[in-house]
């Protein structure tokens, strides 16, 4: 019986089921390097020193994409100052302190249904939740991308604490800690790695969001300050790239921009990658 | 003298009634252990000594526990404090992910001593009372978790012992180590009985000869018998002690 062959018929089957799935892994693999290879062949010889440098001017008729750079830094930043103390506060009330479970499992189905929904309806409602009182600006963008994360952040922080061991709890309780105390000391350092995923992704997020920010944030390329800038509209590289291809037929500029987010992307996930190899390595040890 | 009376003490888990009518005198200074069958109630009746059974929801408990003549459940006893005099060990070692000294330093800075020499004098005595200085007085500064389970578990207790407690509440101490371990364990208990009072959970009988002064055997929830060591076993009241003990069951 062991040493009998495979029937022919057994035996090109294998054979078959292998290649197809042989080729389900070429064409994927093949679309994804085209894709990449096809946006930074076209990207890369568009980079210029003076098209990150400057701003556009009608005077001279140049192109520069350092008020979108900026931009896009303000934004990330205001965001994640704004929710990262939500999303945090929010996950650690509602696995350390909340005791009504239907309720906590509510809010926990409504994060994942709010990060499901198309990003252009959070535009809408940042639009005229922010925009109709604040005007156009970065800050409306930014507060429209707050709630457009928070789910984000407040699912990883939960996910992150559930995997504390609760006898790290009990023996901080044992020795009289009040809450507060096992929660700093305790439990959120064990939960920083989750925090840190998550900021992560939610960076990524932000790069990539361009239906929300048409509606809130605007489209000026002006060089501001921080403070300035968040005040005043401005497109993030990503709405820039929509406006250079889609208003200004401007390609080349688009694919510039291009190559640099699938850059900025890549590296993000390196980190990503990179943070959660540090935190498992710290952890096992 | 005793340090905890229980009168009449029930508990639920939810609709289901856990322990019955619990009536127990713990005496100091000495060793009581805690015997029966799993899921007789000996860990549950153990954790609400000192009130861990309040981080598990629907928990529900009446009757009367008090220490040193102090009713535990009363509005103005601090849980922190109440537990900061009742120690407790855990069945399996629960370090925190920090260095020896930050696990030994946890408690007392928890109950607001922050000057470096008396902490490094508590951090000191603590080990040395756990028996585990000499071997790891060199590396206080590693992280806890690279020691083994049993040099573990001594940090446990030594964790515990840095809080000045009254009573140190062991949930089976020694059932996630190996021998050697737990002879250890057991030799160090017999010490700190000098200066605590210690109840101990243990499936292992033979511990409970070894190491306990009193006994308490619980089954399906009910305290059968409760009295010296010796007794117990030589001469159990109970028909149902006796068939335990002599493996009839279990």
Redesign the interface.
């Known amino acids: 019986m062991l040493n009998q062959a495979l029937s022919n018929k057994r035996k090109s089957f294998e054979l078959l089921m292998k290649g197809l799935m042989l080729l389900s892994v070429a064409l994927t693999a093949a679309l994804t390097l085209f894709l990449l290879v096809y946006v930074l062949l076209q990207g890369i010889p568009n980079i210029t020193w003076e098209l990150l440098s400057t701003k556009p001017s009608y005077l001279t008729e140049s192109i520069g994409i350092l008020p979108d750079i900026l931009n896009t830094v303000y934004i990330v930043l205001a965001t994640l100052l704004i929710v990262l103390p939500l999303g945090v506060g929010a996950a650690i009330y509602l696995t350390e302190y909340a ?1 009504n ?1 239907k309720v906590v499992g509510m809010i926990e189905y409504a994060a994942e249904t709010l990060s499901g929904i198309p990003s252009i309806i959070y535009g809408l409602v940042g639009m005229l939740l922010f925009s109709n009182h604040m005007g156009t600006c970065l800050m409306a963008g930014s507060l429209t991308l707050v709630i457009m994360n928070l789910p984000t952040i407040m699912r990883t922080t939960q996910e992150s604490l559930k995997t504390v ?1 609760q ?12 809450k507060w ?1 096992v929660v700093r ?2 439990v959120l ?2 939960c920083v790695d989750g925090v840190i995923t998550g900021c992560i992704l939610s960076v990524g997020r932000i790069l990539g969001e361009s239906a929300a920010l048409l509606f809130t944030a605007g489209f000026a390329h002006a060089v501001n300050g921080m403070m300035d800038g968040l005040a005043a509209p401005g497109a993030t590289l990503t709405v820039a790239l929509y406006v250079y291809a889609k208003e200004q037929g401007e390609f080349g500029v688009a694919f510039a921009i291009a190559a640099i987010l699938m850059v900025l992307t890549v590296l993000i996930n390196f980190a990503a990658a990179l943070v959660q190899k540090y935190f498992a390595k710290r ?1 096992s ?1 | 003298m005793s340090m905890i009376t229980v009168k009449d003490m029930c508990l639920w888990y939810g609709d289901h009634q856990a322990l019955h009518h619990i009536n127990i005198e713990i005496p100091e200074k000495s060793i009581t252990a805690f015997i029966g069958p799993s899921g007789c109630g000996k860990s549950t009746f153990l954790k609400t000594l000192n009130r861990m059974n309040d981080l598990i929801p629907g928990v529900k408990i009446t009757g009367d526990i008090r220490y040193e003549g102090t009713d535990i459940f009363s509005r103005e006893v601090d849980v922190n404090n109440l537990r900061k005099k009742i120690g407790m060990v855990f069945q399996k070692p629960n370090p925190f992910p920090m260095s020896i000294y930050d696990n030994i330093a946890y408690g007392p800075r928890t109950h607001g001593i922050t000057n470096k020499v008396q902490l490094d004098e508590i951090v000191e005595s603590a080990l040395r009372g756990a028996a585990i200085w000499d071997e790891v007085k060199d590396r206080l500064k590693k992280n806890a978790l690279g020691m083994s389970g049993g040099q573990q578990q001594r940090l446990c207790i030594a964790r515990a012992l840095a809080v000045q407690p009254k009573i140190l509440l062991m949930d089976e101490p020694t059932s996630a180590l190996d021998p050697i371990s737990t002879s250890r364990i057991e030799e160090l208990v017999m010490e700190l009985k000098e200066k605590y009072t210690i109840v101990m959970v243990t499936h292992n009988m033979q511990q409970a000869v070894r190491v306990s002064d009193y006994t308490a055997f619980f089954l399906l929830g009910e305290l059968v018998e409760f009295g010296k060591t010796d007794d117990s076993f030589s001469q159990p009241q109970d028909k149902r002690t006796e068939d335990y003990i002599t493996g009839r069951f279990g």
């Open positions: 005791t479970r061991p006898s790290y709890r009990e023996g901080a309780f044992g020795l009289g800690a009040g105390r000391t305790v350092p064990g952890r040890l």
